[in-house]
């Protein structure tokens, strides 16, 4: 049976479908608005149009995961003195791949902090989590890792 939200229900899965699909084609270049941050392992995760929170505020984000097939969403906060922007977000890295949690703690003046994120196994078995260290980079192009 037909109901009214049908169409409401198809077109926001296309939008979602759309959205993935432009932010994995058009991973290659960042732009000024966009925050890169780089973990110990050297990974690089991209905010688009990144726009930081006043203390005690709230914003959303967006991005992926440089070099891989991974769409990044979720929430940055900034703490209630203001010093600490706690950046909170799920990933999905494709149909049968890595997904899961991950928090960023990091200071506004030393640009660095702690990382913490947790991987699902899509066979089934236990989650896995790993700590390590994040900082800001520049998101020039010069200094992007392409594969």
Known sequence: MKTPFDGIRRSRGLRAALLTLTLLLGTTSADARDKCIRDSFGDTTVFKRFKAP?????????????????????????????????????????????????????????TGGLGTSCDANPGGGAWGCSDYNVFEIDCSPSSMPFP
């Open 54 to 110: 006043r203390a005690g505020d709230c914003q959303p984000l967006h991005g992926y995961s440089q070099g891989k097939p991974c769409t990044l969403h979720g929430t940055v906060c900034g703490s209630s003195n203001g010093d600490t922007l706690r950046y909170g977000f799920d990933y999905v890295c494709g149909p049968l791949a890595s997904t899961g949690p991950t928090i960023y703690y990091i200071n506004r003046t030393a």
